[in-house]
């Protein structure tokens, strides 16, 4: 009724006079505002949290998620907010909600996924371009809260993080392998060099093992036995081939006797030409085609 209006200290004033803003904005505190032609309006300058609902798009490389974020916003310039825009709350919830789809579209999965930082600066960015200057609206910080993805596509991921993993652990048992093989080389050139050394590894691995409660016993073998039958395994083969050559050569040769051979013969009445083709060993019998055909 007097005019004396309250500000809060989170809030400014914009004096409307005649249906005019005027210049400037009223500060927190006590102020007094002609109750006849002015109308006072309360601008919020508190940080204001929106949730942007869940969207629903295709990335860069053909996979559709479902991805969520959250916008903080605060009023920069209260009488942008309120002369260029009708509500700037509603506004600023749309345009995140298309900036966040387009934002998708260009990014990758796994961007979405591993490169938050990147997703949430350029989203900020996207939204808060047409908001600062026309609306007086300033985009303090975006946050990409979840990122849905399909059961087929979790599955995939899975099966390929096992497969990761999986690889990850034979490099490392190979590698392992490897240095375990060149440890075990350089203890074999030094046991070479000393064969004393060998000798006293056995004994060592025999009170390893009499150090448990077991009945096993165990009965070390001298490597220089086997030595001794490698040395001695050739020289026996070739002292075989030595005393083969070595018998006596002016010994008679035994000559096998070849039983005699029954001599052929030819009959008589056959003339001289029929010897080509008669058969062997035949018996001696006179045809009378033959007698009749001396000729």
């Not at 298309?98 to 990147?118: A, N, P």
């Not at 000393?194 to 077991?214: C, G, I, S």
Request: net charge neutral; aromatic share 6%.
């Amino acid at each position: 009724m007097f005019g004396f209006k309250i500000i809060t200290q989170y809030e400014q004033g914009i004096v409307f006079r005649w249906g005019r803003a005027l210049p400037g904005a009223r500060q927190p505190g006590l102020t007094w505002v002609n109750p006849f032609t002015d109308r006072l309006r309360k601008v919020n300058m508190q940080i204001t949290v929106a949730a942007v609902p869940a969207q629903e798009a295709i990335t860069r490389d053909n996979v559709t998620l479902k991805v969520d974020a959250v916008v903080y916003y605060r009023v920069a310039d209260p009488v942008k907010a309120i002369i260029n825009v009708q509500d700037y709350t509603y506004a600023v919830s749309q345009v995140a909600q298309t900036s966040l789809r387009s934002v998708i579209g260009q990014s990758d999965m796994d961007q979405l996924l591993s490169e938050r930082d990147k997703v949430n600066a350029h989203l900020k960015d996207v939204i808060d371009a047409p908001t600062e200057q026309p609306w007086g609206i300033r985009v303090e910080r975006v946050e990409v809260k979840d990122v849905s993805l399909p059961e087929s596509m979790k599955r995939s991921m899975s099966r390929q993080a096992e497969a990761e993993r999986e690889r990850r652990a034979r490099i490392i048992s190979a590698d392992g392998e490897y240095q375990a093989s060149k440890k075990l080389a350089q203890a074999a050139a030094v046991m070479a060099a000393d064969p004393a050394a060998l000798q006293l590894r056995l004994l060592q691995t025999v009170v390893e093992v009499a150090a448990e409660k077991n009945s096993t016993l165990v009965m070390p073998f001298p490597v220089e036995l086997l030595r001794f039958f490698d040395r001695t395994a050739p020289a026996a083969g070739h002292a075989r081939p030595a005393a083969a050559h070595g018998q006596d050569t002016d010994a008679p040769v035994p000559i096998p006797e070849v039983p005699e051979v029954p001599a052929l013969t030819m009959p008589e009445s056959m003339p001289a030409n029929a010897a080509l083709t008669a058969p062997l060993n035949t018996a001696q019998k006179k045809s009378p085609s033959c007698a009749a055909s001396p000729g």
